[in-house]
């Protein structure tokens, strides 16, 4: 054997030697002494328990909020909404808001339920304008559009006999427009596909090599539109590098008519069962240069907002023009779609003021009768 050969085969068994160290070191790390913010980075999806995602996979609405959910200050009630837990019934004299809507309504970017826009909302209307009895409960889901969100009310929310509904969503239906214009159908199956969990590369069964890749950013753990977007989803966050004359073109072929659809159903549904509804544009903050403040997306969620308030006026139902009031300074905002602390505080007050000035709270008692129970 020449020193050229001996030379090949100590490199490799030093490769093999260093993967061997690595993994060992990696494996143990991940098990043993890695906190579980850092776990949840790093562990392959499949190594997560189903109770610890956010997020479950639900036979109509695709997905859900997982029931009993906790991670930091984020807690899911047993019935599967972000916050304390309610009765289904709604006791006698309880006055009860239901929002319904996707992330921005959820709160994604707050990670104290107490700091979210309905817990805020609920101490703003008992506190400051004294509707003792009201109850305030978070509806919202992240990535939720209108398809979901109309499912929600039905299938759900109606469980709990709000006495008030409000809808808070544009941008998530935006998305649902940057599809192949031959997808775009009033089922929205150019957005959605049934939660499908993606395969495993056979690297990734590294968690030496996991870990690496991930902390460069190169790959990351699995999320929502991993399990629940449709390959035919191709503009969606300019995933095609379009420009924003292609993107225009799409919004132009793929009109709001099926957002607009599913809002006018809403109201139908909020007014066959005796429930007030209240529409409000949606705001966003172009201070952070995100997705959001796109001119392809800025024209959809503009577009999107004026759907809202041509089915409130012809609907009857309130509506409230959030977005000309929200303030856009980025101080109140964790990105461009989302509220932080601060501007829950805020957008609960500016709600509130709006709620109490149309006298939409019964402050002394609820209206609406429970559903017969099954």
């Keep these: 054997m020449n020193i050229h050969t001996k030379r090949i085969g100590l490199m490799v068994f030093s490769l093999v030697m260093f993967f061997l160290i690595g993994e060992t070191a990696s494996r143990y790390w991940l098990k043993h002494w890695a906190t579980k913010d850092q776990y949840y980075k790093y562990a392959l999806y499949t190594d997560i328990p189903a109770q610890e995602w956010e997020l479950s996979p639900h036979h109509y609405q695709i997905y859900y909020p997982t029931p009993n959910y906790r991670r930091n200050g984020t807690v899911h009630n047993s019935l599967g909404y972000r916050g304390p837990e309610i009765s289904r019934v709604k006791p006698p004299?309880?006055?009860?808001?239901?929002?319904?809507?996707?992330?921005?309504?959820?709160d994604t970017a707050i990670p104290?339920?107490?700091?979210?826009?309905?817990?805020?909302?609920?101490?703003?209307?008992?506190?400051?304008y004294h509707a003792k009895r009201v109850e305030v409960i978070n509806a919202g889901v992240p990535g939720y559009n209108s398809w979901e969100s109309l499912i929600n009310l039905e299938f759900r929310v109606l469980d709990l006999s709000p006495d008030l509904v409000i809808?808070?969503?544009?941008?998530?239906?935006?998305h649902a427009r940057f599809v192949l214009p031959s997808a775009y159908r009033s089922d929205n199956r150019g957005l959605r596909q049934w939660w499908a969990t993606p395969a495993i590369p056979a690297w990734e069964r590294s968690c030496f090599f996991r870990i690496l890749a991930r902390e460069v950013n190169r790959t990351r753990q699995v999320e929502l539109e991993d399990?629940?977007?449709?390959p035919t989803a191709v503009y969606m966050f300019n995933k095609a590098n379009a420009d924003t004359a292609t993107l225009i073109g799409v919004l132009a072929t793929n009109r709001p008519v099926f957002y607009e659809r599913n809002l006018e159903n809403m109201a139908a549904i909020a007014k066959a069962h005796h429930i007030g509804i209240m529409f409000?544009?949606?705001?966003?903050?172009?201070?952070?240069?995100?997705?959001?403040?796109?001119?392809?997306?800025?024209?959809?969620?503009?577009?999107?907002?004026?759907?809202?308030r041509k089915v409130a006026e012809r609907n009857g139902a309130t509506?409230?023009?959030?977005?000309a009031e929200m303030p856009t300074n980025a101080v109140y905002w964790s990105d461009g779609r989302h509220s932080n602390a601060k501007g829950a505080q805020k957008k609960a007050e500016l709600f509130a003021a709006f709620i109490d000035r149309q006298h939409l709270v019964t402050k002394d008692a609820g209206t609406n009768t429970p559903p017969p129970s099954n």
Excluded: M
């Design 93 to 106: 004299g309880v006055f009860r808001i239901a929002l319904v809507g996707g992330s921005s309504t959820y």
């Design 112 to 128: 104290d339920n107490n700091q979210t826009f309905a817990a805020k909302l609920q101490y703003v209307l008992r506190n400051t």
């Design 167 to 174: 809808y808070y969503e544009a941008v998530n239906d935006v």
């Design 227 to 230: 399990v629940s977007v449709a």
């Design 280 to 308: 409000a544009t949606w705001a966003h903050c172009p201070a952070w240069h995100d997705y959001a403040s796109n001119a392809a997306y800025t024209r959809g969620i503009a577009e999107n907002n004026d759907v809202i």
């Design 319 to 323: 509506l409230f023009d959030f977005a």
